[in-house]
Every structure is written in C-alpha cells, then in structure tokens.
C-alpha cells in the first residue's frame, strides 16, 4: 500500500500551524511542511488551496485541501482513528467542541489587543486577558489536561497560543503565571510532550518575531 | 435514549432555528422554551454561564451550548434518523469549513446590513452577496448542499432566509435578483416541514427588527 502523502503550508510562529502539526506528531504520521513566506509572497499552491482565505495552515491529503486549522485537527483524528483525541462519548465530545470553539474566539484576539497596542496597553485588554485564561483554568480545574488524563484535542488547540504569551506578558506587564498558576503548570505538562516540544517555538522567538511585526505595523 | 430534552431558545434567533430543524427533521420531542433576553432566566444563566447566550439545549439536565456543536451532539445521539453530517471525514471536513464560513459572515454582515447606513451598509450588502455566491458555488448543481437530502450545511444557513426580508426592506435591495440558485434553494427546503415549522415569518422578524432599530436609536 502506498504510503499518503501529507503536506502542510506552514508558518513557523503561526499557532494554527502548530495544532496540525502536533496532531500529526501524536498520530505518529509523517508528514511535509511546506514552509510559507506570508510577507514576501504567498504560493500558488496556498493560493489555489485556500482561495477564500488564503491563509495558512492548509493541510493537503494526497493532494486535497483542507483548510481551517480546528477542522483539519478534527479530520486528522477522524481519519487516523487510533490514539482518538475527543473523549469516546457524545457529551464528552460537545464539551471538548465548546471549550475548542472559546478558545478559538477569544484567545488569540485578547492576545493582539495587547501585543497590537500603541503606547501604553488598555488596562481592559489586560483585564480582559487574564478573565479569559481564568475561565479556562477553572475548565481544566485539577485535572492533568483538559479532558482528564488524557493528552487531547482541547490541549492541541490551546497549547500552540501559549507560545505567545510570553511577548503578551512583556508587552503587557503581566505575568501568567502569578495570576493562573495551574494554566501556567498545564503549559509545562505539555511543553514537556515530544509532539508539541518540537513543534512549539521558544518563546523568546516569537517574542522578537512580535517585535519586527510591531515595527511593520508602525506599532512600534 | 431520548430522555428530557429542554431547549432554550428565543425565536428570531437563526442559531436557535438551526437546532429546532435538527430536531425536528429527526422527529425528537423536546420542550421549547422561550427566554427573554432583557431579563435572562437562571436556568439560562446556569447552564450557560460563559457566554448567558441561547441556545441552549439541555439533555436530562446536562447543557450542550453553541448551535453548530448542538447540531452536531444531536446528530451523534440520534444518528439512526435522517444523518446530517457527512460519514465520510473528508466531506465532513469540508461541510464543517463551509458552516464556519456562514458563522463568520453571514450574521455579521447581515447585522451590518441592518444597523448601519451609508458606505458601511453599502460594503456590508457587496460583501454580503459575495458570500452568497460564494455558498452558491459550493451549491453547484445539488438539490441541497447535504446532496439528496437535507444536510449540516443547510441546517447552518436556512434560517438566515427569515431574516433576508428583513435586510432588504433595510438595505434597499433584492437578495432574488443576485442569487437567484440561493432562493431556489431556499424554497426547496422551505417546502420540508422540520425546516416550514422551525422558521418564523419574515414580516415577524422585520418587525421585531423595527423594534430593535428604535432601542437602539437607529434611523
């Protein structure tokens, strides 16, 4: 049987990227990652995958395209069906999709309402930050990962966001781990993890990629 | 099973219609409830204490909240009656892309299209019927866009049509003589009964919108 080929067009501090990336990595499954220049010019192949958005990630199956970085890790888990990312049954599985989707929504904008601020951060960005992350570790409670014992979906989507809070917390003037301490110990459980290690950037990286972008912007 | 099923909905909501059409082209009895949203019921703020938003639907007293992921839960729970969602992952990836696609857009330039005037409401209603035409492409040929039968895609989009009147009448234009293959959609699932029934009148929700204009001091 000839082997899939699987392909990702990536961006290195993209944390959309990332998911797919550390979805592969867990389902053992070997893969291409097509790095993206997003600055000096998009492919044609991103272009033709992703018409509508033209954003990255976009991962290809022998060739077809699928696009939305939550989906494609859903796809993955649904395709190669072994090691299963969401819980087995039906209400497991919804909650996994709830606290997906408020990750999805508030997460990485809290983040920009800070690293994007010109001159001092809004005091409500900050705040609003923090009560978002409070949410989620209240949803984590005492457990290892978010659904239990089990290294899962939830943990995918949100773990490649952390890689930015670093430059949140310079930005900001805040420190994670002083206002969400079992969050802060998660990200360790997980940054521990092979899948996501070599898929995660160091943070002090993406800290000086959001540096030159502030400079592009004319943030900075 | 079926156990109690409450849903907590308010009815122009197009979120709420989509979970009213999952249930009921499934044939489940649940018990509707209808909530105020100027004076939030403690059921509602209990069961959905994040975003305090309907719908909500609630499985012997457990709460599945967001109407894509209810359409969904629905769908696994009852999945030997009238499958929405695609068995093969691929279609099922690209049906979920296209039901992402309706939340990110259509409500919001819909919203716009309402609220706002002049060049705002003007880019709203270009943007609006690019999106349209972009659902239609994505339509092509089919009867819906789950095939043969009503499918997760249409569950998504077909209540947005009840408000469709209501954006014209407020943005001055005819949804019909731009997207002509979308109202012929739109009237093929209107003629199923989960969909008739789930629905409100568009002259029902014009009005409410009128209202809504006047709390909020929008000409």
Not at chain 1, 119 to 137: R, T, Y
Not at chain 2, 40 to 56: A, T
Request: charged share 30%; aromatic share 12%; with cysteine.
């Amino acid at each position: 049987m000839s082997k899939a080929k699987l392909v990702i067009l990536d961006c290195w501090v993209s944390p959309f990227c990332m998911r797919v990336k550390i979805a592969l990595n867990e389902k053992g499954l070997e893969y291409e990652a097509q790095a993206e220049d997003l600055f000096g010019g998009k492919s044609e192949l991103l272009l033709s995958s992703n018409p509508i958005y033209k954003k990255v990630p976009v991962f290809l199956h022998d060739g077809k395209p699928l696009c939305e970085s939550t989906i494609i890790v859903n796809y993955i888990d649904e395709t190669w069906s072994s090691l299963p990312l969401l819980p087995p049954c039906s209400y497991g599985r919804a909650q996994a999709r709830f606290w997906a989707d408020f990750i999805d929504k508030k997460v990485f904008d809290a983040c920009g309402n800070i690293w994007r601020s010109k001159g001092e951060v809004p005091v409500e960005a900050k705040k609003e930050f923090i009560e978002i992350l409070k949410q989620l570790e209240e949803a984590l409670g005492d457990k290892y990962y978010f659904i239990g014992t089990t290294f899962g979906f939830v943990d995918i989507i949100l773990i490649p966001l952390t890689s930015w809070f670093f430059a949140v917390e310079k930005i900001g003037g805040l420190t994670v781990e002083a206002e969400c301490p079992k969050l802060s110990n998660w990200m360790k459980r997980c940054l521990q993890r092979e899948s996501v290690a070599k898929v995660v950037p160091p943070p002090e990286k993406v800290y000086e990629f959001v540096l030159m972008f502030r400079k592009m912007l004319g943030i900075d | 099973m079926a156990g109690e099923l409450v849903l907590l909905d308010f009815w122009p909501s197009p979120f709420g219609m989509r979970s009213r059409i999952a249930l009921a082209e499934k044939g489940i009895p649940y018990e509707y409830r209808e909530e105020d949203l100027r004076n939030k019921s403690d059921l509602l703020l209990q069961m959905n204490p994040v975003h305090k938003k309907i719908p909500v639907l609630i499985h012997n007293g457990k709460p599945v909240c967001e109407s894509v992921i209810q359409v969904q839960y629905i769908d696994e729970v009852w999945h030997d009656k009238a499958p929405l969602i695609p068995s093969d992952p691929y279609q099922r990836a690209v049906a979920r892309f296209w039901v992402d696609f309706i939340d990110k857009k259509i409500y919001e330039l819909g919203s716009k299209i309402w609220k706002t005037k002049g060049e705002e409401q003007a880019n709203a209603k270009k943007e609006f019927i690019e999106c349209l035409k972009l659902l239609e492409g994505e339509l092509g040929d089919k009867t819906y866009f789950g095939g043969e039968s009503l499918g997760y895609v249409d569950v998504a989009l077909v209540p947005f049509y009840s408000w469709f009147y209501a954006y014209e009448k407020c943005g001055d234009f005819s949804i019909e003589a731009e997207c002509p293959k979308m109202i012929a959609w739109v009237k093929r699932c209107m003629q199923k009964e989960s969909v008739a029934k789930s629905l409100p009148d568009q002259e029902k929700v014009y009005e409410f919108i009128l209202q809504l204009k006047k709390v909020f001091g929008i000409e």
